[in-house]
């Protein structure tokens, strides 16, 4: 499986998770932004992702 060319942005951070699943992806030019998790690390090649994490959420 392919992952190439993707943007997430979430306006609520307790919302959007990335990729999931993707054990054997190949993710190339991804933008995820204010996701929970990207997902990232669980792709077999990752190439030039951009991820920026939800801000932690308090009280």
Do not use: K, L, W
Request: hydrophobic fraction near 35%.
């Amino acid at each position: 499986m392919r992952v190439v060319h993707n943007t997430i942005m979430s306006r609520e951070p307790t919302v959007a998770q990335g990729i999931s699943g993707a054990a054997d992806a190949t993710c190339i030019e991804n933008v995820f932004i204010n996701t929970q998790r990207s997902g990232f690390s669980e792709c077999a090649v990752t190439r030039y992702n951009v991820e920026q994490p939800a801000p932690p959420q308090g009280p």
